[in-house]
């Protein structure tokens, strides 16, 4: 069965410290890897898609990586409009549409 | 476009009792799913509609719950004989066919509880 690690759980930086959010994951055959940000009570808001170990994608101060185990989001310079929990799926390859999520990171940037 | 909007936004109701939620999503995508979320925990899949046809279901889907999509737009989501344990976030996501089709835009949700 798909499984998602996230860590941490939570993080709390300082507004300008960068730092990275890790998640592993187990899928038998990775068609793709999604990053999502959830505000509180809301539904999660797509960031990127990366499909293949080496791939890259950047959106503001946002950089998602992937190698054959796992992806980071890196955070450059943070605000404390970044604030939200960033949660990260997989689908696997062979037609099916289930994605698989991670619990989250909750990430607090203080001012 | 407005994005995929849910409705009720929240629902309370008694154990045993039914209810149903709406989804609508973005006007041009064919393919819709829906989620169940508890509180600190990751969206988990129940099901998937592409067009009319439900091609996928989990095995958390139980016989208690329903879903429809009857004309390829809207969908509905039946919860029978509501128990405590299916008081959660209810998502729905839409995604467009083709190059796309992996980016799901979520609506904002409904809130269950069951009392």
């Known amino acids: 069965e798909d499984q998602v690690t996230q860590s941490p759980e939570a993080l709390r930086l300082q507004e300008g410290e960068s730092s990275s959010l890790n998640c592993s994951y187990t899928v038998s055959g990775l068609r793709g890897l999604f990053w999502y940000r959830q505000d509180p009570g809301k539904g999660p808001e797509f960031l990127f898609t990366?499909?293949?170990a080496g791939e890259e994608k950047e959106k503001e101060r946002l950089k998602a990586t992937l190698t054959k185990k796992e992806s980071f989001l890196h955070i450059t310079a943070p605000k404390p409009e970044d604030s939200a929990t960033y949660l990260c799926a997989v689908r696997p390859s062979g037609g099916y549409q289930k994605v698989t999520f991670g619990i989250g990171t909750k990430l607090q940037v203080i001012p | 476009d407005t994005g995929v909007s849910q409705d009720p936004r929240h629902k309370i109701t008694k154990r045993g009792q039914n209810v149903t939620f709406r989804c609508d999503p973005i006007?041009?995508?064919?393919?819709l799913y829906w989620y169940r979320q508890t509180l600190g925990q990751g969206p988990e899949f129940l099901t998937y509609?592409?067009?009319?046809?439900?091609?996928?279901k989990s095995r958390l889907l139980s016989d208690r719950f329903s879903a429809e999509r009857p004309k390829g737009s809207f969908s509905t989501l039946e919860i029978q004989r509501t128990e405590q344990g299916d008081s959660a976030m209810y998502l729905c996501?839409?995604?467009?066919?083709?190059?796309?089709?992996?980016?799901?835009?979520f609506g904002p949700g409904t809130r269950l509880t069951v009392t």
């Open positions: 996501a839409s995604s467009p066919q083709g190059a796309s089709s992996y980016e799901q835009y």
């Open positions: 509609f592409q067009n009319e046809a439900q091609l996928e």
């Open positions: 006007s041009e995508h064919n393919r």
């Open positions: 990366l499909y293949s």
